[in-house]
């Protein structure tokens, strides 16, 4: 048993080593990318179910590496969060996803733009001015751009949160609580965050219609928002089905494989709605 025990722990080290050179490999490989530019942006088209239109666009990373291929954001973006690379990476998607919806804009096209925002960007003392830098220099139209926090960005030091809110808001950008319903903020935080926009977490939609409860909570969500005057966005939505239970629940914007997946900048420029 004794020797078992050793075998168990020098397993369990040694897959935290890997786990620990492969973050490592990641962190340098970063550095690497950003200088030599291997990220782009892919965008989804947000519709509106009642006419079929395009009314925004979320604009999701993409690395290519050059002997990996693609890395998928949900394993590098955690490392570049953790080691500050985000605040250059998140600047550097910030004005290139400006720069696009100037040229959809300039095309008769909608500007509207939606981009994540890490927690760690969030609470950047400089955040504000690289925001109104890089709007002034794409000549971004504030309110079209949209910028997507989570629940748990804006939990823990609750009263700073809110007045960085404020202080983002006053440049006259449109702030959405991304994933809403996986984290922990109370209903009574939510009311006081000025908030304009909610995505109702895939996880809520990604059942519906086999799971009964799921589509509770979804229309909860959905009643919810709008009590509060807020917009809502649907993400995750792969169906038919699930694009009739929002729309018959009163969510009509909906994101998801349904309609499209992100898509290269070429693509956004001749996509229609099927
Ligand atoms: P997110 O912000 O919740 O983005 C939605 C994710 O769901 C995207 O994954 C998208 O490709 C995927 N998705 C969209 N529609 C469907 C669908 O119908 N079914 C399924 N199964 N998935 C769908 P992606 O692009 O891999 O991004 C993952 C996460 O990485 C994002 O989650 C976001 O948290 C983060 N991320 C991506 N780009 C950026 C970025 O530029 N900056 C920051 N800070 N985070 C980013
Ligand atoms: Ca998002
Ligand atoms: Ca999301
Ligand atoms: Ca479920």
């Not at 890395?71 to 500050?84: L, R």
């Not at 690289?130 to 910028?147: E, I, Q, Y």
């Not at 996880?203 to 919810?224: G, L, Q, R």
Request: charged share 25%; with cysteine.
């Amino acid at each position: 048993a004794k020797a078992k025990g050793r075998n168990t722990f020098h397993f369990y080290s040694q897959e935290l080593d890997e786990a620990a050179n492969e973050r490592l490999y990641i962190e340098n490989e970063l550095r690497l990318a950003i200088r030599d530019n291997q990220f782009t942006l892919h965008y989804q088209p947000q519709v509106d179910y009642r006419n079929n239109e395009v009314v925004g666009y979320e604009a999701l990373i993409r690395w290519e590496h050059p002997e990996r291929g693609p890395i998928p954001p949900t394993k590098f973006i955690p490392i570049a969060e953790a080691t500050g690379l985000i605040v250059e990476l998140g600047e550097w998607v910030l004005e290139a996803a400006c720069r696009f919806s100037v040229k959809l804009q300039k095309q008769g096209k909608v500007g509207n733009m939606s981009i994540n925002l890490s927690a760690r960007q969030f609470k950047d003392s400089n955040m504000k001015r690289v925001l109104s830098d890089v709007l002034a220099r794409t000549n971004m139209p504030p309110k079209l751009l949209h910028l997507e926090l989570t629940e748990s960005m804006l939990m823990g030091d609750v009263e700073a949160a809110i007045s960085q809110l404020h202080q983002i808001k006053a440049l006259g950008v449109s702030l959405s609580i991304d994933d809403f319903g996986t984290g922990y903020s109370s209903l009574s935080y939510l009311k006081r965050f000025p908030v304009d926009i909610l995505k109702v977490d895939r996880s809520f939609v990604k059942d519906i219609p086999e799971d009964p409860n799921d589509m509770e909570i979804t229309a909860a969500i959905i009643a919810m928002a709008q009590k509060l005057n807020l917009e809502v966005v649907a993400e995750g939505v792969e169906t038919k089905e699930q694009v009739d239970f929002l729309a018959n629940n009163n969510c009509y914007v909906v994101q998801g494989y349904y309609y499209s997946p992100p898509i290269p900048e070429q693509s956004v420029e001749v996509f229609k709605v099927q």
